[in-house]
């Protein structure tokens, strides 16, 4: 992830460190290659403009132009506005609901949803220690409960069997039922996607909304999309009023664009990332350590992360 957005960075901010000082026409000019940058990373047009708009006055700041070390200061307020539109901290998933405690993912066809569904229910049952019911709410995609059904079995994860010709609220209902009646503490519903947002869509999810109560409204969506991500965010913000996002396949989106997009577009935050195929490839977003992979370090912490989650003492 950012590869492509963390190269040309990196180019940008070399230039600048070569100078022993900097004039206002030399930040102007690498204000301007950032912008570039940005847009090539497939950040949004309205994002990267705000984004240069927040840093430009720092960057051409006396303080700056004559520190003993200018370039690094410029490196410092870009990485400051990152963390700033990126979230500024990790949030954590809202469990403060009298048991169960529902959350409902939702999101375009392929975005990932099924596959998140089961990787959020595994950290949950992991690190927060919840006894978890999935449950497929897809009637519509061939297959859909069956590949949920499998994701849990081999999980080890309880689900919701499916039962056939049962519709989406009547599926809500019995899988509340089940959960009071098993203890359950959370109840994570894989709504139904679509190839593009539409109206059908979004009035059931509204219906299952006004039935569950979710503590967590999550967005998946897949950040190779891009813009086209970002836009997505808004219409389901705009339409269900998401409460956070899951992006998916961060491990293959060298651009990065989606997630710097997201949530300064809907202001709502990037909770986890997908970062591989595996059931413990879902990691709590920390934007200072997002910005730091952009810039060009390491995100060794949510590797170790990972290992936490997958592997045992």
Sequence with gaps: MFENLTNKLEAIFSKLKKSPSLNEEQVDSGLKEIRLALLEADVALSVTKEFIKKIKPKALGQEILRSISPGQMIVKIVYDELVNFLGEKNQELNFS?????????????GSGKTTSAAKLAK?????HNKKVLLVSLDVYRPAAQEQLKILAEANKINHLPAIDGQQPLDIT?????AATLNGTDIVIFDTAGRTQVDLIMMNEIKQIKALVKPTETILVADSLTGQIAANVAKEFDDTVDISSIILTRID??????????????TNKPIKYIGVGKKIYDLVLTYPDRIAIRILGMCFLVSLCEIASLGIDE
Excluded at 97 to 109: E, F, W
Excluded at 123 to 127: D, F, N
Excluded at 173 to 177: P, T, V, W, Y
Aim: hydrophobic content about 40%; proline content about 5%; aromatic content about 0%.
């Design 252 to 265: 293959g989106d060298g651009r990065g664009g989606a997630a710097l997009s997201m949530k300064h577009i």
């Design 173 to 177: 209902k019995r899988a509340l039922n």
């Design 123 to 127: 950290l949950v049952e992991k690190k």
């Design 97 to 109: 609901s009298t048991p169960p405690a529902c959350m409902l993912l939702v999101g375009l066809q």
